[in-house]
């Protein structure tokens, strides 16, 4: 293998997978670009098995600036099956447009610290209700986030739902927020959902050639046909990271997702930011839409520096690539600011190109 193939997202946040790896058997970053990529491999080889393009799951994987994020929220003191996933899911699987890509998370809210009041005053924040509700512990509400939506897809969900007392409201988490962040820490990637595919995890001593619904909700009833592939794989690279700042002592995510397409991965918060002259006055005009409605129409090449600088830390890195014709190493990060009209917030696309050697993150564009 000497191509270094382009990498969607690799969750080393929610997966300890590679740390494990890395430091028991004291991997240097030579060849642990190798063992990724490796991975990257077996990962495109198994989907390729059930007629899967490895491309073709980008959207579900990332993040998109101009796609929506949804967190549903059901109150399971209400609904009478102790697998409430069940009744949850049997409502939710014919509510998904059948061409779409997401993936899905799923988890109860649950208290890893935060505690009882904060966690209450997230989600009164975040949360339009359909009903009253009966909050008496945090652990009651079973959350199931979806992203890659449209508008419409985001009221097909809600409303389809609303008869149902098991179902209290959702949460429009396309932006940043307590809540949103709460979340990154608690829910786990259920399925991809691929046009009329699911795609899940099985065991990793099950082979790759078979398929198995781990969940066992009814996806077949609705006409989907289950796939799945090692645990190993669907962690490490099928798995979608709910966006929130770098947390100290998960910076080894960052340091993963550079080390899967450079055998040189540095702390990013060293790096200087180099916002040519020419490209800034090029992104004004070619994007200026965009760059208007986050106020930055007049900014300077070191004010965007600076403001790229402090976002820098604000999400996390996805869309790796490395272009062997010209020894560059890319990435993209999304950066939220405020919407100077009508309020609210923008985000914008960072492409990004490492420069390890330099210490510098070149801007690409932005928009």
């Known amino acids: ?33 190798r063992e990724m990529q490796a991975l990257r491999h077996a990962v495109e ?3 390729a098995i059930k007629g899967i393009k490895y491309d073709e799951l980008k959207t579900a994987l990332i993040p998109d600036r101009k796609r929506r994020e949804m967190a549903l929220v059901f109150d399971t003191l ?60 945090s652990s009651q509400f079973c959350i199931i986030y979806i992203n890659n939506l449209t508008d419409g897809m985001v009221r097909r969900f809600h ?14 988490t396309t932006y940043s927020s307590p809540f949103k962040t709460l979340l990154s820490t608690m829910l786990v990637n259920a399925f991809i959902k691929h046009r009329k595919t699911i795609i899940q995890g099985h065991e990793d001593d099950r082979p790759n050639e078979e398929d198995v619904n781990m969940s066992s909700y009814p996806f ?6 289950c796939r799945s592939v090692q645990s190993q794989l669907e962690g490490t690279l099928l798995s979608y990271k709910i966006e ?28 200087a930011i180099e916002v040519e002259e ?24 070191s004010e965007l520096s600076a403001l790229i600088r402090s976002k820098i830390s604000a999400s996390y890195i996805y869309n790796m ?47």
């Open 1 to 33: 293998m000497t191509t270094t193939m382009p990498v969607h997202t690799i969750n080393a946040r929610g997966n300890v997978m590679l740390e494990v790896v890395r430091d028991y058997f004291r991997v240097p970053p030579e060849r642990m670009l």
């Open 45 to 47: 080889e198994a989907l």
């Open 78 to 137: 209400v609904i009478e099956n102790s697998w409430y996933g069940l009744e949850v899911f049997r409502r939710l699987i014919p509510l998904f447009s059948r061409d779409s890509n997401h993936s899905v998370l799923a988890g109860d809210y649950i208290d890893t610290g935060a505690g009882q009041e904060l966690l209450l005053e997230a989600m009164q924040g975040a949360v339009t209700l359909t009903r009253h509700v009966d909050y008496k512990h």
């Open 159 to 172: 409303e389809g739902l609303c008869g149902w007392e098991g179902y209290v409201g959702y949460a429009d």
């Open 220 to 225: 077949e009833e609705h006409g989907y046909t």
């Open 244 to 271: 929130r700042p770098v947390f100290t002592g998960f910076e080894s995510d960052t340091e993963f997702s550079l080390n899967a397409i450079s055998p040189n991965p540095q702390p990013l918060d060293r790096f």
């Open 278 to 301: 020419a490209k800034l006055e090029y992104v004004k005009t070619a994007k200026a839409g965009s760059l208007t409605g986050a106020g930055l129409q007049k900014t300077s090449a």
């Open 321 to 367: 690539t490395f272009d062997e014709q010209h020894d560059v190493a890319k990435f993209n990060v999304i950066i939220e600011l405020p919407r100077q009209e009508a309020g609210g917030h923008v985000r914008l696309l960072a492409p990004i190109e490492y420069k390890p050697e330099k210490k510098q993150l070149r801007l690409i564009t932005l928009y």
